[in-house]
């Protein structure tokens, strides 16, 4: 297999481009004007970033105001009127904790999230490698199908799989959640990953084919290590979509319920309790949001590689 | 909670290997076939379990779905096109129907140029403001639509004047002297819907900004440098060197986006509920399927949303043909 | 592995439906339903908060005493889960329904038991009977009602209202008009008013008019005009929406204005009543206002000193009737013991003796309920004006189909109050809206 490993070691010729979100930046552009950027840049920028803040930090600001505050005064009069600063409180959060099953709902959405976003990657993967390295009849209009399905609503699933469930005994389990997401993130992982693959160089698959090594073994030692940044890009999107799911999870989940459908539990059945709504979106962002910065710089490379070539 | 903790990590595990298992299985199934077979055979075996998934969780709802459009309300007698003919004379049909027609041409578009400029200016700052002013632009991404909606309903909410308003554009509207306005009923122009669908621009002008990003970065510096030398105007450069070499990712961009819109349903649910002429066709779905609990005008909907991703669809498979071509 | 498995059966099932998807379903299932018939029951309703922790409580020890273990299954898309899951024959065994609509439905359909031998009919006669009624279908009990909330009632400020004018409840409509009128005359809005609700908004507005459906026209009109056997857009209707028009919508009338209404939660419209000076005096909402999330917390902590609350007065004095809601109790697993126990004991005397109306967060459909086990004397006022009531009749809208009652009607009226369209163009829409 040396011969397998020698090619895996070849630097992969991906396209230049920055990696991450910003960093990374190779630019030496000589005919900047100046070293630094104008002004009206940086403002205009300052705005928009402004603009796309706000929103987050008013709900931020509100998860930490009492109840009659949020309902009487806008969140910017903490910073006009400083005995509503003063009575900002952590109510709000201990309220969600102590009257909501937020706590075993966090637990219940790690358990339906990880099995959820890492098991449909390796299935799409041999898929995706199918679609890119191997010649069969009906390929073309195999994938066509798969990216016709990326439009589907997937609410036309619930009825039907609901009675599948029902016969195996499945409804209101863990796996019962698994499997749907599996099934309704497949078109798009396939696609994604596929677009990866085929910007792959197929000299790799020759040369290892020459070395003898079967397709099994060739998606194993070059092919899935190869394509790791495009199989974080779609872990991410799985991801976020799994978590912050609400319909499935509604319908699926039963005694598991993940966060969303606390989050959603907090507005009464009358419409009553906004303010305890405010910590618990807070709450439910956190995860999300770190996962996504902890693996942004994966994202971009995997979703740019299909469509931009240098 | 333990026992869930460990379920899900046997489920991980168990999954992985039970997948990993299971292709090498098939594979060695693969193997014991006659030389010739084997490889007509093995690119079948690699996609079965994806297909196999694909076919339950999609392709035969997909279908179930074209079969009761032509049915009634609870799918027991067959009523031809009755649906359809019913919907598309019904004036609020009418109306989703040209909402859902606004939310295609005009967010997809609000996106991309949004999405470009920021991209174009952020290129000019240093590497720290950059990769902050990114991030910020990015981060609505990661939030659900459930946040979503608690989040913009202090933008929009509008209490009865004389009170404190506690939604920001009603605290400035009215900090300028206005009278609160009710900013999610005010139809005419269909200004409300352009409202939610500022909420999907935030929601995905980040994820356009990256990608597109990304592919100005990769427009050889030589070529610019050579358009410049020439005394082309930024402008100029921009349109004629910029754009057209980062057309597909600009496609791609516009495809993703477009799918996302017509799926909308979160943010027209959570905030309208399609009121005041707000509705569009995933939320009329939705309302039919289980607020009227009409499975044949629910179906009827969604074949009707597919057909509208057939133009869609036959450029999106234009465009593949062509991208493998050039390989 | 467990999902190797699942997956090649999955695969397998699915080869099998798509041969399958060219027949029809076989109609409404006709008790497929459930069979489960062991010990472990699952319920499934909408409340939640106080509500459900305070349920929770008092079913679990009743089921420890009865050997039998329930599964809480809270859903705030009540309607939808339920419709989904009996159409995916996995309907859970007791369901708790917050809507008769969509129970009438699925006891026509043959999904619920006929509860008519499960409970003592001599014992149901102590339940209140409008909210009774509207468990029957065909003459037969299919559920039998184990809460309700009371909206027929107006909020008030004590202290300032009393300096405003209000100092006897009106007994007439006519005197609610006028006690309206005086306090508008003295340039303070006599009236609260919100009607947004999130994706629900709209139904305060319903209310109202039912309210004044049958305040004015009696419990039979409004039950005709409930099950459309007289067309939505009766004269009468219209009648009723322009008395809403010159009573609460006018100039003057409502607090914010008219075009506020819409935009103005319903939970926190009543807070101006509690500023100094009030704004409004008077706010007509269901009893489930009274609690964390509606009113202020500082009115909440002192609440009887606080707030009063009359009836919604009759068309004469001697008549009482009251607008309500309350959730229904339905059995889909036909032949399970633990679930007709389950649900005897929910119309029983002791239900909710053991600590749940302590909670304030619940109230007893029966009329011998002991008031005073109320946290608070208003929620015992409340109470007793539902067991006092002439005529009690379920709210209309969760009735009514979902186009209607759960589209339509809040759509419409809310495109009415904010002055989008006129009162007859609005029910003129919903008659056209009622499905065939």
Same mark, same amino acid.
């Given at each position: 297999?040396?011969?397998?490993?020698?090619?895996?070691?070849?630097?992969?010729?991906?396209?230049?481009?920055?990696?991450?979100?910003?960093?990374?930046?190779?630019?030496?552009?000589?005919?900047?004007?100046? *070293?630094?950027?104008?002004?009206? =840049?940086?403002?205009?920028?300052?705005?928009?970033?402004?603009?796309?803040?706000?929103?987050?930090?008013?709900?931020?600001?509100?998860?930490?105001?009492?109840?009659?505050?949020?309902?009487?005064?806008?969140?910017?009069?903490?910073?006009?009127?400083?005995?509503?600063?003063?009575?900002?409180?952590?109510?709000?959060?201990?309220? =969600?904790?102590?009257?909501?099953?937020?706590?075993?709902?966090?637990?219940?959405?790690?358990?339906?999230?990880?099995?959820?976003?890492?098991?449909?990657?390796?299935?799409?993967?041999?898929?995706?490698? *199918?679609?890119?390295?191997?010649?069969?009849?009906?390929?073309?209009?195999?994938?066509?199908?798969?990216?016709?399905?990326?439009?589907?609503?997937?609410?036309?699933?619930?009825?039907?799989?609901?009675?599948?469930?029902?016969?195996?005994?499945?409804?209101?389990?863990?796996?019962?959640?698994?499997?749907?997401?599996?099934?309704?993130?497949?078109?798009?992982? =396939?696609?994604?990953?596929?677009?990866?693959?085929?910007?792959?160089?197929?000299?790799?698959?020759?040369?290892?084919?020459?070395?003898?090594?079967?397709?099994?073994?060739?998606?194993?030692?070059?092919?899935?290590?190869?394509?790791?940044?495009?199989?974080?890009?779609?872990?991410?999107?799985?991801?976020?979509?799994?978590?912050?799911?609400?319909?499935?999870?509604?319908?699926?989940?039963?005694?598991?319920?993940?966060?969303?459908?606390?989050?959603?539990?907090?507005?009464?059945?009358?419409?009553?309790?906004?303010?305890?709504?405010?910590?618990?979106?807070?709450?439910?962002?956190?995860?999300?949001?770190?996962?996504?910065?902890?693996?942004?710089?994966?994202?971009?490379?995997?979703?740019? *590689?299909?469509?931009?070539?240098? | 909670?333990?026992?869930?903790?460990?379920?899900?990590?046997?489920?991980?595990?168990?999954?992985?290997?039970?997948?990993?298992?299971?292709?090498?299985?098939?594979?060695?199934?693969?193997?014991?076939?006659?030389?010739?077979?084997?490889?007509?055979?093995?690119?079948?075996?690699?996609?079965?379990?994806?297909?196999?998934?694909?076919?339950?969780?999609?392709?035969?709802?997909?279908?179930?779905?074209?079969?009761?459009?032509?049915?009634?309300?609870?799918?027991?007698?067959?009523?031809?096109?009755?649906?359809?003919?019913?919907?598309?004379?019904?004036?609020?049909?009418?109306?989703?129907?040209?909402?859902?027609?606004?939310?295609?041409?005009?967010?997809?578009?609000?996106?991309?140029?949004?999405?470009?400029?920021?991209?174009?200016?952020?290129?000019?700052?240093?590497?720290?403001?950059?990769?902050?002013?990114?991030?910020?632009?990015?981060?609505?991404?990661?939030?659900?639509?459930?946040?979503?909606?608690?989040?913009?309903?202090?933008?929009?909410?509008?209490?009865?004047?004389?009170?404190?308003?506690?939604?920001?554009?009603?605290?400035?509207?009215?900090?300028?002297?206005?009278?609160?306005?009710?900013?999610?009923?005010?139809?005419?122009?269909?200004?409300?819907?352009?409202?939610?669908?500022?909420?999907?621009?935030?929601?995905?002008?980040?994820?356009?900004?990256?990608?597109?990003?990304?592919?100005?970065?990769?427009?050889?510096?030589?070529?610019?440098?050579?358009?410049?030398?020439?005394?082309?105007?930024?402008?100029?450069?921009?349109?004629?060197?910029?754009?057209?070499?980062?057309?597909?990712?600009?496609?791609?961009?516009?495809?993703?986006?477009?799918?996302?819109?017509?799926?909308?349903?979160?943010?027209?649910?959570?905030?309208?509920?399609?009121?005041?002429?707000?509705?569009?066709?995933?939320?009329?779905?939705?309302?039919?399927?289980?607020?009227?609990?009409?499975?044949?005008?629910?179906?009827?909907?969604?074949?009707?949303?597919?057909?509208?991703?057939?133009?869609?669809?036959?450029?999106?498979?234009?465009?593949?043909?062509?991208?493998?071509?050039?390989? | 592995?467990?999902?190797?498995?699942?997956?090649?059966?999955?695969?397998?099932?699915?080869?099998?439906?798509?041969?399958?998807?060219?027949?029809?379903?076989?109609?409404?299932?006709?008790?497929?339903?459930?069979?489960?018939?062991?010990?472990?029951?699952?319920?499934?309703?909408?409340?939640?908060?106080?509500?459900?922790?305070?349920?929770?409580?008092?079913?679990?020890?009743?089921?420890?005493?009865?050997?039998?273990?329930?599964?809480?299954?809270?859903?705030?898309?009540?309607?939808?889960?339920?419709?989904?899951?009996?159409?995916?024959?996995?309907?859970?065994?007791?369901?708790?329904?917050?809507?008769?609509?969509?129970?009438?439905?699925?006891?026509?359909?043959?999904?619920?038991?006929?509860?008519?031998?499960?409970?003592?009919?001599?014992?149901?006669?102590?339940?209140?009977?409008?909210?009774?009624?509207?468990?029957?279908?065909?003459?037969?009990?299919?559920?039998?009602?184990?809460?309700?909330?009371?909206?027929?009632?107006?909020?008030?400020?004590?202290?300032?209202?009393?300096?405003?004018?209000?100092?006897?409840?009106?007994?007439?409509?006519?005197?609610?008009?006028?006690?309206?009128?005086?306090?508008?005359?003295?340039?303070?809005?006599?009236?609260?008013?919100?009607?947004?609700?999130?994706?629900?908004?709209?139904?305060? $507005?319903?209310?109202?008019?039912?309210?004044?459906?049958?305040?004015?026209?009696?419990?039979?009109?409004?039950?005709?005009?409930? $099950?459309?056997?007289?067309?939505?857009?009766?004269?009468?209707?219209?009648?009723?929406?322009?008395?809403?028009?010159?009573?609460?919508?006018?100039?003057?009338?409502?607090?914010?204005?008219?075009?506020?209404?819409?935009?103005?939660?319903?939970?926190?419209?009543?807070?101006?009543?509690?500023?100094?000076?009030?704004?409004?005096?008077?706010?007509?909402?269901?009893?489930?206002?009274?609690?964390?999330?509606?009113?202020?917390?500082?009115?909440?902590?002192?609440?009887?000193?606080?707030?009063?609350?009359?009836?919604?007065?009759?068309?004469?004095?001697?008549?009482?009737?009251?607008?309500?809601?309350?959730?229904?109790?339905?059995?889909?697993?036909?032949?399970?013991?633990?679930?007709?126990?389950?649900?005897?004991?929910?119309?029983?005397?002791?239900?909710?003796?053991?600590?749940?109306?302590?909670?304030?967060?619940?109230?007893?459909?029966?009329?011998?309920?002991?008031?005073?086990?109320?946290?608070?004397?208003?929620?015992?006022?409340?109470?007793?004006?539902?067991?006092?009531?002439?005529?009690?009749?379920?709210?209309?809208?969760?009735?009514?189909?979902?186009?209607?009652?759960?589209?339509?009607?809040?759509?419409?009226?809310?495109?009415?109050?904010?002055?989008?369209?006129?009162?007859?163009?609005?029910?003129?829409?919903?008659?056209?809206?009622?499905?065939?």
């Amino acid at each position: 297999m040396s011969g397998t490993q020698a090619v895996t070691a070849t630097p992969v010729q991906l396209p230049e481009q920055s990696t991450s979100i910003g960093s990374r930046r190779n630019r030496k552009r000589k005919h900047d004007p100046t *070293a630094k950027s104008p002004m009206w =840049v940086r403002i205009v920028l300052g705005l928009i970033c402004l603009a796309w803040v706000i929103p987050t930090f008013g709900l931020a600001v509100t998860s930490f105001r009492a109840k009659d505050d949020a309902a009487t005064s806008g969140w910017w009069t903490i910073f006009t009127t400083p005995s509503n600063f003063t009575r900002l409180t952590l109510k709000n959060y201990s309220d =969600v904790f102590s009257q909501t099953d937020m706590g075993e709902a966090f637990v219940n959405s790690i358990a339906i999230t990880v099995p959820a976003t890492i098991i449909p990657i390796l299935i799409a993967a041999f898929a995706a490698y *199918a679609f890119s390295f191997m010649q069969f009849p009906g390929r073309d209009l195999l994938l066509i199908v798969i990216v016709g399905l990326l439009v589907v609503p997937t609410q036309v699933a619930l009825v039907p799989l609901l009675k599948i469930y029902g016969a195996l005994g499945l409804n209101g389990t863990l796996p019962a959640v698994w499997l749907t997401h599996i099934g309704f993130g497949m078109p798009l992982a =396939v696609y994604i990953i596929r677009n990866y693959m085929s910007t792959l160089p197929k000299e790799v698959i020759e040369s290892a084919k020459i070395d003898g090594a079967s397709h099994f073994q060739t998606f194993w030692r070059l092919i899935l290590p190869m394509s790791t940044p495009v199989l974080a890009s779609f872990a991410i999107f799985q991801f976020l979509w799994v978590w912050n799911d609400l319909l499935n999870a509604l319908i699926f989940a039963g005694q598991n319920s993940p966060l969303p459908v606390s989050l959603n539990r907090l507005i009464g059945s009358e419409g009553q309790g906004w303010q305890l709504l405010t910590a618990g979106g807070l709450f439910t962002m956190i995860v999300p949001i770190i996962v996504f910065l902890s693996l942004q710089r994966y994202f971009v490379r995997g979703l740019t *590689a299909g469509s931009v070539k240098g | 909670m333990t026992i869930k903790i460990l379920n899900a990590i046997i489920a991980v595990v168990g999954g992985v290997l039970g997948a990993i298992v299971l292709y090498w299985l098939l594979n060695k199934l693969a193997e014991l076939l006659p030389g010739r077979w084997e490889d007509r055979v093995k690119p079948y075996l690699f996609l079965l379990p994806a297909v196999a998934a694909i076919s339950l969780y999609l392709i035969y709802p997909a279908i179930q779905t074209l079969i009761y459009s032509f049915a009634n309300k609870n799918s027991t007698a067959f009523v031809g096109f009755d649906n359809y003919t019913s919907l598309l004379k019904s004036q609020n049909f009418q109306n989703t129907l040209f909402n859902t027609l606004l939310w295609i041409i005009i967010v997809p578009a609000a996106v991309i140029v949004v999405g470009l400029l920021i991209a174009t200016l952020a290129d000019r700052l240093g590497p720290r403001g950059e990769k902050l002013s990114k991030t910020l632009i990015f981060l609505p991404m990661a939030i659900g639509a459930v946040s979503a909606g608690a989040i913009w309903k202090f933008v929009y909410a509008v209490r009865p004047p004389g009170q404190n308003q506690i939604g920001l554009f009603n605290g400035i509207f009215t900090g300028l002297g206005g009278d609160p306005v009710n900013w999610l009923q005010l139809s005419t122009l269909r200004f409300n819907s352009l409202l939610l669908m500022v909420m999907l621009l935030w929601m995905q002008a980040g994820f356009a900004m990256v990608l597109l990003s990304a592919a100005i970065k990769g427009v050889p510096t030589e070529t610019l440098e050579a358009a410049r030398l020439d005394g082309a105007a930024e402008g100029t450069i921009f349109f004629r060197i910029v754009v057209p070499q980062i057309r597909t990712t600009l496609i791609t961009v516009f495809i993703t986006v477009l799918i996302g819109v017509l799926k909308t349903f979160d943010i027209v649910y959570v905030m309208t509920n399609g009121r005041s002429k707000t509705n569009v066709i995933a939320v009329d779905f939705f309302n039919q399927l289980f607020t009227n609990r009409n499975n044949g005008n629910a179906a009827a909907i969604v074949v009707m949303l597919l057909i509208i991703m057939i133009p869609v669809l036959v450029f999106q498979v234009r465009q593949f043909r062509a991208e493998e071509a050039a390989r | 592995m467990r999902i190797r498995s699942s997956f090649a059966a999955s695969a397998a099932l699915g080869a099998v439906a798509v041969l399958t998807t060219g027949c029809l379903s076989s109609g409404g299932g006709g008790g497929g339903g459930n069979a489960n018939t062991s010990k472990n029951i699952e319920i499934m309703y909408a409340f939640t908060t106080d509500q459900e922790s305070g349920f929770k409580d008092e079913v679990n020890a009743w089921a420890k005493d009865n050997n039998v273990t329930v599964k809480f299954t809270q859903s705030g898309d009540f309607n939808s889960l339920i419709n989904t899951r009996v159409q995916g024959n996995d309907a859970p065994d007791v369901a708790l329904f917050p809507q008769p609509g969509i129970m009438k439905d699925m006891a026509a359909q043959g999904e619920l038991a006929d509860l008519s031998s499960v409970v003592d009919q001599g014992d149901l006669d102590k339940l209140i009977q409008g909210a009774l009624d509207t468990g029957m279908v065909d003459g037969k009990q299919y559920a039998i009602p184990m809460s309700i909330n009371v909206k027929s009632i107006v909020f008030y400020p004590k202290k300032a209202a009393a300096a405003a004018g209000l100092t006897a409840p009106p007994q007439t409509l006519d005197e609610l008009q006028s006690l309206s009128t005086k306090i508008a005359s003295t340039g303070t809005t006599p009236w609260c008013f919100g009607i947004e609700s999130g994706p629900a908004t709209g139904w305060p $507005a319903t209310d109202w008019v039912e309210n004044l459906m049958v305040s004015n026209y009696g419990a039979d009109v409004y039950n005709q005009w409930v $099950a459309h056997e007289i067309p939505f857009n009766d004269p009468r209707v219209l009648d009723v929406l322009n008395q809403i028009d010159k009573l609460l919508l006018a100039d003057g009338q409502v607090n914010g204005g008219r075009k506020s209404i819409s935009g103005n939660n319903f939970g926190t419209a009543a807070n101006a009543m509690f500023d100094n000076p009030p704004g409004c005096y008077m706010y007509r909402q269901g009893n489930f206002v009274a609690k964390a999330g509606g009113f202020p917390d500082a009115v909440l902590a002192d609440l009887d000193n606080t707030v009063g609350v009359f009836p919604m007065p009759g068309k004469t004095a001697a008549e009482k009737p009251v607008l309500g809601g309350g959730d229904l109790a339905g059995i889909f697993s036909k032949d399970n013991e633990s679930a007709k126990k389950l649900v005897q004991f929910l119309a029983s005397k002791d239900y909710g003796t053991k600590g749940y109306a302590e909670t304030g967060a619940w109230i007893s459909p029966r009329t011998d309920f002991d008031t005073s086990l109320y946290p608070t004397e208003l929620l015992g006022s409340i109470a007793k004006i539902a067991y006092e009531s002439t005529a009690f009749v379920f709210d209309g809208s969760d009735q009514m189909p979902g186009e209607v009652g759960s589209g339509t009607f809040w759509s419409e009226m809310t495109s009415w109050i904010s002055g989008e369209e006129d009162a007859k163009t609005a029910l003129d829409n919903i008659e056209n809206s009622w499905p065939a």
